[in-house]
């Protein structure tokens, strides 16, 4: 166990509509990070975010978005939804957001668009 | 095209065998990681490098900054560690969350 937790696990949904993922970070890490893993596509990074503030961007979508709330949780918000977002999708967590820092992930949530 | 290249992309052994999963990469590089993900899809940090070498139990990594490679070693495999190992990699001048991912190698353990 990483100490990261996500929720959902599973989510299903018809495209078109909207999501939100949720992550809480290890205790007393400041920075969170966002991964999909798509069968096509591998592991892709989307956005990291420490303390509170975006630090870095990926390969996100302009339909999707992220933040991180002042008590460090984290959410990605998933809109327009496409067949092609089927995906698990990946947090992590680190202490402070460093290159040279471990990250910790969490079980992914699993969402299936249909 | 992939920046991150593994080899090979599936493996399978015997156990108790000794194996190597390779990882190359293009340019310079502050750090490098290998990750584990197992068939239920959990993601586990198995190793993180920027030189040299590291062991944990039966799992070593190396890796050659000058070569721009690394490998991880399994010695005496198990079922257990039928998995998928993942390397990845953060280059310099990336943003520090950027990690660039290879696309794993899948490794069978036979009892």
């Known amino acids: 166990d990483s100490g990261v937790t996500q929720t959902p696990k599973h989510l299903i949904t018809a495209t078109g509509q909207r999501v939100t993922l949720r992550c809480s970070p290890r205790s007393g890490d400041l920075s969170v990070y966002w991964y999909q893993q798509s069968l096509d596509q591998g592991l892709q990074f989307l956005i990291q975010?420490?303390?509170?503030?975006?630090?870095a961007k990926g390969n996100i979508l302009e339909r999707f978005s992220a933040q991180q709330f002042p008590d460090l949780h984290s959410e990605l918000n998933l809109s327009s939804l496409e067949l092609g977002d089927s995906a698990l999708y990946f947090c992590?967590?680190?202490?402070?957001?460093?290159?040279?820092?471990?990250?910790?992930f969490g079980p992914g949530t699993r969402l299936t668009v249909t | 095209k992939n920046e991150v290249e593994q080899s090979p992309q599936n493996l399978t052994a015997q156990e108790g065998e000794f194996i190597t999963i390779n990882c190359s990469y293009s340019v310079g590089i502050s750090a490098l990681h290998w990750l584990q993900q197992h068939p239920g899809g959990g993601i586990v940090s198995l190793f993180m490098?920027?030189?040299g070498k590291k062991k944990h139990g039966r799992l070593i990594a190396t890796i050659n900054i000058q070569e721009k490679h690394s490998s991880l070693h399994i010695t005496a495999s198990h079922p257990r560690d039928s998995a998928v190992y993942i390397c990845a990699v953060r280059y310099y001048g990336g943003s520090q969350g950027n990690l660039i991912f290879g696309k794993g190698t899948k490794l069978s353990v036979k009892p």
């Open positions: 975010y420490y303390n509170g503030e975006e630090r």
């Open positions: 992590a967590s680190s202490t402070g957001g460093l290159e040279f820092d471990e990250q910790y």
């Open positions: 490098l920027s030189s």
